[in-house]
């Protein structure tokens, strides 16, 4: 979870009261926070480091925490954030169809009269780093820029050049680059070094310009120098671009909610148009309201606490969550604000409810039913299974749940829509694209990564894959499997061929010639990419095919950087049961 550092005098100076270190971490706990650390840090006084939950983006600078403790003691009422359109025209901001190439979204919002102090432009930075490093994920998703906007001139346009094409002044420099010199100036940089991979391979960069071709930014890298904010800029401009629409959103309520304090009318920032390339036009920050309603009972009982419906519109109040009583007491109606985009379920709302109330007020009660705790008979079969497994002289790994599309398609010689892979919307790396739809990968990168280990290399693994199934409501299903592996410098089929007949045995499933018998298991010739040809073939028990066993293809043993063969065996366990 990450840490906000917060100087404690400024911070009792903003909540309007000071406490003892004892008496600040109480309230945090009371509010759903860990104050970490106190440390005295020289000229910069003594630094709370306060432990902030991941989905809480409102929470990562002074001023959200400080405005959050505020109105959970109830010193002052949740303010409302409004997005107003000026007197004359609208700013607007273009999107190129050239964007799509590499960062298709964009967002925009302006902060009109804001004044800054030193304590408050530093808080302004801080956040922005801290939402780069998790919601934006390190910029891959979302890359926030702003810009003294009394230095620009609109409409501006958001655009995608080929790098030699691209010439600006960069933040902190004195002379022009063009972004092919800036990819190798910064290479060598601690801060952005770490940023340039995500646009350094595309064809083309995306690049902000305002009316004069003035450039505002290059994201995800460095805004432009002449744009850079400083303690006397008045006016705004917010930018944020995106792989992500959903959370460039976040990101910039969360920016102007958290500093349209400092405006000389507070809470309120002025809209921006931006025309998408297909000539739409949407208009930013949304700042949008909604509202959930949720049973009082229903609360109750998942809390285990007893509160009136007024009460629990009271406790939600005090976590921002405006809420007021319903349909005669049997529920409560809660605003969800801009803010609070860590709202997505009426679950989150009960464990607010949990929150205000204090756990520690909770009252611990034995439940009134008794229950006798057993096993699930699928895992104790497994566990029973590693030990006999192992005792044949396997040794067993646990390998990533998660893979790329190439292990479980092109390095098994198998297109990736035969896979019935589950995969993920926004994979942070390569290594990680899709959920794995068998253990054979896993397994094989264990022994490319222990190559210098004596041979043989005998491995099992028992573990969950996962398959897209569009009868469950979540469109995905959950298998158990058992896979094992012989890598030597002699296939070893005879090994493998041993493992399953003892895994038969111990299972109580004799072994049959009778392809007709509805008991038993047999083995039948198969043919698979995956294996070589004449040496695979299916494990068929009670007449049902549960698992393939035979010898890797070359070109899979290669695939994986191995250079001997390799028998493999896997089995689906749930057909035991």
């Known amino acids: 979870m990450p840490t906000v550092d917060l100087k404690r005098d400024l911070l009792f100076k903003a909540i309007g009261k000071e406490y003892t270190d004892e008496e600040f971490e109480e309230l945090c706990f009371d509010f759903g926070l860990e104050l970490d650390e106190v440390v005295e840090e020289g000229d910069e006084g003594v630094i709370y480091k306060i432990e902030i939950p991941a989905n809480r983006y409102d929470l990562l600078c002074l001023e959200g925490i400080s405005r959050g403790i505020q109105v959970f003691l109830g010193k002052i009422k949740a303010p409302r954030y409004k997005a107003v359109k000026p007197s004359g025209s609208m700013q607007r901001l273009k999107i190129s169809k050239n964007?799509?190439?590499?960062?298709?979204?964009?967002?925009?919002?302006?902060?009109?009269?804001?004044?800054?102090?030193?304590?408050?432009?530093?808080?302004?930075?801080?956040?922005?780093?801290?939402?780069?490093?998790?919601?934006?994920?390190?910029?891959?998703?979302?890359?926030?820029?702003?810009?003294?906007?009394?230095?620009?001139?609109?409409?501006?346009?958001?655009?995608?050049?080929?790098?030699?094409?691209?010439?600006?002044?960069?933040?902190?420099?004195?002379?022009?680059?063009?972004?092919?010199?800036?990819?190798?100036?910064?290479?060598?940089?601690?801060?952005?070094?770490?940023?340039?991979?995500?646009?350094?391979?595309?064809?083309?960069?995306?690049?902000?310009?305002?009316?004069?071709?003035?450039?505002?930014?290059?994201?995800?890298?460095?805004?432009?120098?002449?744009?850079?904010?400083?303690?006397?800029?008045?006016?705004v401009f917010i930018e944020s671009t995106a792989t992500d629409l959903h959370k460039a959103k976040i990101v910039l309520d969360t920016l102007v909610t958290m500093f349209s304090v400092y405006c000389e009318e507070p809470f309120v920032v002025e809209s921006v148009e931006v025309e998408q390339p297909d000539g739409s036009v949407l208009v930013y920050p949304e700042l949008k309201y909604r509202h959930e309603v949720v049973s009082v009972e229903q609360i109750n009982n998942k809390i285990g606490i007893k509160e009136s419906p007024e009460r629990v519109a009271e406790l939600l109040t005090r976590m921002c969550l405006q809420s007021e009583v319903t349909d005669g007491g049997k529920n409560v109606k809660v605003e969800i604000p801009p803010t609070r985009a860590d709202i997505i379920h009426e679950c989150d709302i009960i464990e607010d409810v949990a929150i205000s109330h204090g756990f520690n007020n909770i009252v611990k009660r034995i439940p009134p039913t008794n229950t006798i705790a057993n096993q699930f008979k699928l895992n104790t079969l497994c566990d029973l299974l590693r030990q006999e497994i192992a005792q044949a002289g396997f040794t067993e790994v646990l390998t990533f749940a998660l893979c790329s599309r190439d292990d479980v398609s092109e390095k098994l010689k198998k297109p990736l829509s035969s896979s019935k892979a589950v995969h993920i919307a926004n994979p942070k790396t390569l290594e990680f694209q899709v959920a794995r739809t068998t253990l054979i990968p896993g397994i094989l990168k264990t022994?490319?990564?222990?190559?210098?280990?004596?041979?043989?290399?005998?491995?099992?693994e028992i573990s969950d894959v996962v398959?897209?199934?569009?009868?469950?409501?979540?469109?995905?299903?959950?298998?158990?499997?058992?896979?094992?592996?012989?890598?030597?410098?002699?296939?070893?089929?005879?090994?493998?061929?041993?493992?399953?007949?003892?895994?038969?045995?111990?299972?109580?499933?004799?072994?049959?010639?009778?392809?007709?018998?509805?008991?038993?298991?047999?083995?039948?010739?198969?043919?698979?990419?995956?294996?070589?040809?004449?040496?695979?073939?299916?494990?068929?028990?009670?007449?049902?095919?549960?698992?393939?066993?035979?010898?890797?293809?070359?070109?899979?043993?290669?695939?994986?950087?191995?250079?001997?063969?390799?028998?493999?065996?896997?089995?689906?366990?749930?057909?035991?049961?």
Not at 126 to 150: E, P, Y
Not at 196 to 204: A, S, Y
């Open 99 to 235: 964007t799509a190439l590499v960062r298709p979204h964009c967002v925009a919002a302006l902060i009109r009269n804001i004044t800054f102090t030193q304590e408050s432009y530093n808080s302004f930075i801080d956040l922005q780093d801290k939402l780069h490093h998790n919601l934006c994920r390190r910029r891959s998703l979302v890359a926030i820029g702003t810009h003294d906007f009394d230095t620009l001139q609109g409409p501006f346009l958001y655009d995608a050049l080929p790098p030699q094409d691209i010439k600006f002044i960069p933040l902190n420099q004195t002379k022009e680059f063009t972004a092919v010199e800036l990819m190798d100036l910064y290479k060598g940089e601690s801060h952005l070094k770490q940023y340039l991979p995500i646009i350094r391979d595309k064809p083309v960069y995306p690049i902000i310009f305002d009316a004069k071709s003035v450039v505002l930014s290059m994201p995800p890298i460095i805004n432009g120098e002449h744009s850079k904010i400083t303690l006397n800029t008045r006016n």
């Open 467 to 577: 398959h897209s199934d569009d009868q469950k409501d979540v469109g995905a299903r959950n298998h158990r499997r058992f896979c094992a592996a012989n890598y030597n410098k002699t296939p070893g089929f005879e090994v493998i061929h041993g493992l399953l007949d003892r895994t038969m045995q111990l299972l109580e499933v004799p072994y049959t010639e009778d392809k007709t018998s509805a008991h038993g298991y047999y083995l039948e010739a198969h043919a698979d990419e995956t294996f070589f040809p004449g040496r695979c073939a299916q494990v068929i028990v009670n007449g049902k095919p549960i698992g393939i066993m035979g010898v890797l293809h070359p070109e899979v043993v290669s695939n994986f950087e191995l250079n001997l063969p390799c028998a493999v065996l896997e089995l689906d366990v749930e057909e035991f049961l």
């Open 447 to 460: 022994i490319g990564c222990n190559k210098k280990m004596p041979l043989p290399m005998k491995l099992f």
